[in-house]
C-alpha cells in the first residue's frame, strides 16, 4: 500500500498525559499536513511541512502540541498535557507540492479519546 | 465572514436527481481548489480539482466563479452511493493554510 499512513488508528489516555502520533506519507511527496477533526465539522489545519521545515502552523496549535518531520519523510504530532476537548480525529495529508500538484491524499487518521 | 462557506445541509434527494453544491470563499487571492468527499468516520478523498474553465468528470462537474467567489459541485443521475459530505477546499497558493469548508451532506434515497 503505497498510500499515507497513520499510526496508531486509535489512542485512549487519561487526561494529563502525554501522546504522541506519526504519519508516514506517500513517497517523494514533499508537503505533509496534519488536521483535527470533530464531529460536524470539516477538518481544521493544525500545521505544514515542506519537506522538513514547518512553514506554517495555526493559532489552534497551542503550546501543548509540536510536530516535527526530521527527515523530510514522516512525520510525528506530539500533545502534551492531554485535555478531554482534546479528543478528535486526526487526520494527516501529503501532497507532491510545487510541479507536482497541490492535491492532498490523506491517511485514515488517528481517532483521540480523552478520558 | 467566515474564509469558506458551505450549507452543510443534508440535502435529500431520490436516485436520478441532479443536484448542486456551492461553496463560498473570502479570500479573493485563492489560487487552487478542490472538493473531496467525505463518508462517515472515514478520511477525505479528492473527487476533483477545480479548474478556472470548469471542469467535468463523469456525472460530476465543477466549476469556479472568481468574481462572485465560489465554486460549485453539479451531480447528475445521483445514485445510493453519492451519499457522503462534499467538503470545499480554498487553498491560497504560496505557504499558507489550506482551508476546508464544514462540508455539505448527501443523502440520496431510494
Known amino acids: 500500500d503505497t498510500g499515507v499512513s497513520q499510526n496508531p488508528r486509535h489512542k485512549i489516555t487519561k487526561r494529563g498525559q502525554n501522546v504522541t502520533f506519526r504519519c508516514d506519507p506517500i513517497s517523494e511527496h514533499n508537503r505533509l499536513y496534519w488536521y483535527r477533526q470533530t464531529l460536524g465539522q470539516g477538518p481544521e489545519f493544525l500545521t505544514y511541512?515542506?519537506?522538513?521545515?514547518?512553514?506554517?502552523k495555526s493559532r489552534l496549535l497551542s503550546d501543548r502540541f509540536s510536530a516535527e518531520r526530521p527527515k523530510g519523510s514522516f512525520s510525528t504530532l506530539e500533545i502534551q498535557r492531554t485535555e478531554q476537548g482534546d479528543s478528535a480525529m486526526y487526520l494527516c495529508?501529503?501532497?507532491?507540492?510545487?510541479?507536482?500538484?497541490?492535491?492532498?491524499?490523506f491517511g485514515p487518521g488517528t481517532r483521540l479519546t480523552v478520558l | 465572514r467566515k474564509e469558506v462557506e458551505q450549507d452543510p445541509g443534508p440535502f435529500n434527494v431520490p436516485e436520478g436527481a441532479t443536484v448542486a453544491f456551492n461553496c463560498t470563499y473570502s479570500n479573493s487571492a485563492s489560487q487552487s481548489f478542490f472538493w473531496y468527499r467525505q463518508d462517515c468516520r472515514k478520511e477525505p478523498k479528492l473527487l476533483m480539482s477545480v479548474y478556472s474553465s470548469g471542469n467535468e468528470d463523469g456525472r460530476f462537474t465543477a466549476q469556479l466563479n472568481r468574481a462572485s467567489q465560489y465554486i460549485s459541485l453539479l451531480i447528475r443521475d445521483s445514485k445510493l452511493s453519492d451519499s457522503a459530505t462534499y467538503l470545499c477546499v480554498v487553498t491560497p497558493g504560496g505557504y499558507q493554510k489550506v482551508t476546508f469548508g464544514i462540508g455539505t451532506k448527501l443523502q440520496v434515497i431510494p
Open positions: 511541512f515542506q519537506n522538513e521545515a514547518q512553514l506554517e
Open positions: 495529508a501529503s501532497s507532491p507540492g510545487l510541479a507536482g500538484g497541490n492535491e492532498q491524499f
